[in-house]
């Protein structure tokens, strides 16, 4: 689950780590009424949507005054802002940040992921902020130092320590480097992040550390515990599809090929996008309907893969284990009935009443190929979303 920049600084402001003072607008009346009232020298007008690159693209203004305030909320507020990240369609603009504008004197970047091969969480950290780290990683990979945390002992003070001497931090400085790092390991700890990332870390001109840019994502599934992070999720800032398969317990994630995929395990769905890309296709999504899916379940998962225009095929890649074979047909059946199935279906079944899937589908009437495995199956799909 990812939030706002603006919530991610309210957040890790309460873990010490600092932000620049600043207030969300929705409207150019309320941003020139709240700058007015937060009087600064000078403005950051930064439009809240869930994607990187938004000052390239026109989402991020310096101005002056609390009129320029309004005027350029005024202009954000609707705009379709387009970036690397959130791919030509783009996304709206319905709210704003405006923030104090900040003496910068040196742009630093910190970043923190749990490194699952060495089941430890890894603090990145790069003289190099303001840019995009991947780059970074690529061309100047010796530019970036990592701290890996045992989290049975949690981060220790030299580690931090060794981050701010890399980052070439002296004095003052050093001591809130570790107040900033530390608190951002806090909060990742404590609010089960997946990713939390700072970027640009800066070094004002009068000796503070302040996080000039925040994006903080969440695991999912320990939303459970943490109440407080779910009622921060914003709906349209999410793929609706994807949101959809959430409410009725499918796993759902949508992709750009034309294929659509339907199967039973997430290593079973990964296996099957791999077999598909191996054949020259290219999958339109993860779909796992889970070991136990319902046939109410199995149809709204058609519904789903079906209502994307770019589905040219759909493969069915079904292991029957828990999963049952008749219930994937019985899915099929009732999709086909409801919404019609006017692509190639391309039906993969094996294990669990294989044979009563195979004989429901097959009496069904429906225009269905089939694949004696998956690499036969997987061929197949590919051909006919080809043609």
Request: negative net charge; proline residues 2%; aromatic residues 6%.
């Amino acid at each position: 689950m990812n939030i706002h920049e603006y919530q991610a600084k309210e957040l890790l402001d309460n873990f010490s780590v600092k932000v620049p003072a600043g207030k969300v607008a929705f409207s150019g009346e309320e941003a020139e009424l709240i700058a007015k009232d937060l009087n600064f020298n000078k403005y950051v007008v930064k439009a809240q949507v869930h994607a990187g690159g938004r000052g390239k693209a026109g989402g991020v203004k310096v101005v002056d005054t609390p009129a320029d305030v309004g005027q350029v909320t005024t202009d954000m507020i609707g705009m379709k802002l387009v970036t690397h990240q959130t791919g030509p369609e783009g996304k709206i603009v319905s709210k704003v940040l405006i923030e104090e504008g900040s003496d910068i004197a040196k742009e630093f970047y910190l970043g923190m992921v749990i490194d699952r091969s060495k089941e430890k969480i890894v603090i990145m950290a790069s003289k190099e902020g303001g840019v995009e780290i991947e780059e970074v990683a690529r061309k100047s990979p010796e530019k970036i130092h990592k701290e890996y945390v045992d989290t049975s002992v949690g981060l220790q003070p030299f580690q931090s320590r060794r981050i701010a001497y890399f980052l070439g931090l002296d004095g003052k400085a050093v001591n809130k480097a570790v107040v900033f790092v530390s608190g951002l390991y806090n909060a990742f700890i404590e609010k089960d992040c997946s990713l939390a990332e700072i970027n640009p870390m800066v070094l004002t001109g009068d000796g503070e550390i302040i996080a000039l840019d925040g994006k903080l994502n969440f695991d999912d599934n320990a939303l459970f515990r943490n109440k407080d992070i779910e009622a921060l999720r914003d709906p349209q800032e999410e793929d609706q599809l994807e949101l959809e398969a959430k409410e009725v317990g499918i796993s759902f994630v949508n992709l750009d090929g034309n294929i659509g995929c339907l199967v039973n395990g997430a290593g079973l769905a990964m296996s099957t996008m791999d077999i598909i890309k191996f054949h020259g296709g290219e999958p339109a999504n993860f779909l796992d309907v889970g070991g136990g899916a319902t046939t109410e379940q199995v149809t709204q998962a058609f519904k789903m893969i079906l209502s994307d225009d770019n589905v040219k095929a759909v493969f069915v890649n079904i292991f029957g284990g828990i999963m049952k074979c008749d219930t994937i047909a019985e899915g099929i059946i009732s999709a086909a009935n409801e919404v019609g199935i006017e692509v190639p279906l391309i039906v993969r079944l094996e294990g669990t009443n294989v044979e009563l899937g195979r004989k429901l589908l097959a009496e069904s009437g429906l225009n269905i190929q089939t694949g004696t495995d998956m690499r036969e199956a997987a061929a197949k799909a590919v051909e006919a979303a080809n043609s």
